[in-house]
């Protein structure tokens, strides 16, 4: 097997600073990954527990392997983060004192999973991350849809103008679903457009469909205000505007009904130092909560 491309976590002193409120607290990682950022949060809190999720069988064990130097204060569970509230029950940790998500997939997962999600390989179009999804993949998804799907599902999930949703759908479907793999997609893709930007944008659109990550925010979010504990925090790393809205309207509603308060008031980005060293992070941005102890009076 190859060596996997290594995962640089971004953000990692902001979003550390921002999660770790308590030093003898409970902490989850949903979205462990590499475990870059729960390394950091082991490291810096001597006391603190980290039960650390990931959908993704592989990157699990990655990061168990990477923390086992913590081996008596983690845990690790496979699973997709919509079911927070079953995660920690199973955990028995009925509340937490913080929850870090860093959405998207990691680095090693687009360039070496083998899954299709990169327009630079040539791999099986299938863009399934969650191990356990035994849904379609992205190639049956692409032969499954109308022209008309198709065009709605990439400006909805791609970011992509209507005029070239329409113009790389048409061309998509006149493949008539011989479409199996992400080298094929990109040979089609092509005919549509050579800007690779708009690849990428169409690659994004379909990972986002088949493993329904909006959905997955949305219902996560809405289990966090029963499990987090008074003080505590909740901070997500998104990686575009389509994940970014969904944080901020939930963490705007939870601030107006005084549920909560922001620990920054807009987004944190990356500084130049960290762009110059993982140009990656420059899409990166930061939203940070914690909840308030005593909600205000007749709210
Ligand atoms: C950007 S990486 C996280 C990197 C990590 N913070 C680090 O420092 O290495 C995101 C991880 O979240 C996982 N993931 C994405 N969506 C998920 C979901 N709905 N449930 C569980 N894990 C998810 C992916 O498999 C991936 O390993």
């Known amino acids: ?149 198709l065009e709605q599902l990439l400006m909805a999930n791609g970011e992509i103008s209507r005029s070239w949703s329409r113009r790389i759908a048409h061309t998509l479907c006149n493949a008539g679903g011989s479409i199996k793999t992400s080298g094929a997609l990109v040979k089609f893709l092509r005919r549509a457009s050579g800007n690779r930007k708009i690849w990428a944008q169409v690659f994004q659109a379909l990972r986002i469909v088949v493993n329904d990550e909006l959905g997955a925010i949305r219902q996560m979010l809405g289990f966090v205000p029963a499990v987090l504990k008074p003080g505590g925090r909740v901070v997500v790393i998104s990686f575009h505007s389509l994940e970014d809205r969904i944080v901020k309207d939930v963490f705007h509603s939870w601030v107006e009904s005084g549920q909560a308060r922001f620990l920054s008031r807009s987004t944190v980005q990356a500084c130049e130092r960290e762009l110059e060293q993982n140009p990656k992070a420059r899409s990166a941005r930061l939203r940070a909560i914690e909840k308030i102890d005593e909600p205000r009076n007749g709210e």
């Open 1 to 149: 097997m190859k060596p996997l491309t290594l995962h640089v976590p971004v953000l990692l002193q902001e979003a550390v600073d921002y999660w770790a409120g308590n030093p003898q607290g409970y902490y989850v990682d949903l979205t462990t990954g590499a475990g870059g950022h729960s390394w950091s949060l082991l490291s810096l809190l001597p006391q603190a527990r980290c039960l650390c999720v990931d959908w993704n069988e592989r990157s699990l064990a990655l990061a168990q392997e990477r923390l086992k130097f913590f081996h008596d204060r983690t845990r690790f569970v496979r699973a997709n983060f919509r079911n927070l509230d079953h995660v920690l029950t199973r955990a028995a940790w009925p509340s937490v004192d913080g929850i870090l998500c860093d959405l998207g997939p990691s680095t090693f997962q687009v360039l070496d999973s083998g899954l299709g999600l990169s327009y630079q390989n040539d791999e099986p179009l299938d863009m399934r991350l969650d191990s356990q999804n035994k849904g379609i993949t992205a190639a049956e998804l692409l032969a499954a849809l109308s022209e008309g799907d």
